[in-house]
């Protein structure tokens, strides 16, 4: 079964606490992306990386941390530096570099809550 | 500044009707338009991809139409049904700033029997 896999589906996190949100694909896909989404808002890009160990900051990387070691896997760490962690988060991955009319296959999320 | 607009913010219809929804956007200068269908608490899925010299494109009962001119885009539904029930949501991409994906907040459709 191709496609990407986000682990876990639901996440609980301490204040203070850093966590890793998993994302692993299996479409062969050169570039992934990590998305956080708010209600009532736009996804905005957190980090994006279009080859192995490689990778560029969003429009919200504060806060955030990413590694690219494998083609398959770009896990997100949610530091806590990051003061507003609340939030769904989506991993996606496309052939090419984002947005030259290459689709971008997401996985299903994963919703964090700071308790 | 590269934005996104879509209207209506949610929108309620009866099963079987259709409807339109509405993105604007300022991005420039443009490559591609996406529409994307997002179910609650799922990752979106695209419905269609189009580029400048694309006005229509069609998947199934839906349709996307596209003006760069007024940069206008809408994505028409026929004979709704209840599984349409899903967030729209419409993603421009800009050939500066990397191809970057701009997203618009979605517009919420809820389809009642």
């Known amino acids: 079964d191709g496609g990407i896999t986000q682990s876990p589906k639901y996440l609980f996190r301490k204040e203070g606490q850093n966590v890793t949100l998993s994302c692993e694909q299996n479409l062969n896909h050169d570039a992934m992306y990590w998305y956080r989404q708010d209600p009532g808002q736009g996804l905005r890009l957190i980090y994006y990386s279009q080859i192995v160990n490689d990778f560029q900051k969003g429009d919200i990387a504060e806060g955030y941390s990413v590694s690219r070691e494998k083609k398959e896997s770009f896990p997100l760490t949610v530091t806590s530096a990051q003061k507003n962690p609340t939030a769904f988060y989506l991993c996606?991955?496309?052939?090419?570099?984002?947005?030259?009319?290459?689709?971008?296959?997401f996985g299903q999320g994963t919703r964090l809550t700071v308790v | 500044k590269n934005q996104v607009e879509q209207s209506p913010q949610s929108l309620i219809i009866l099963e079987g009707k259709n409807c339109t929804l509405q993105?604007?956007?300022?991005?420039?200068?443009?490559?591609?338009l996406r529409w994307y269908k997002q179910d609650t608490g799922r990752g979106p899925v695209s419905l269609t991809i189009?580029?400048?010299s694309e006005n229509t494109k069609s998947n199934g009962r839906y349709t996307a139409t596209l003006d760069a001119d007024t940069k206008q885009s809408s994505l028409h539904i026929t004979a709704s049904q209840l599984s349409d029930s899903a967030s729209y949501i419409c993603v421009v991409s800009g050939m500066d700033s990397n191809y970057q994906l701009i997203w618009g907040a979605g517009t919420k459709l809820i389809i009642k029997p």
């Open positions: 189009m580029t400048f």
């Open positions: 996606a991955s496309s052939i090419a570099g984002p947005g030259k009319r290459t689709e971008a296959f």
């Open positions: 993105c604007n956007y300022t991005v420039s200068p443009f490559s591609n």
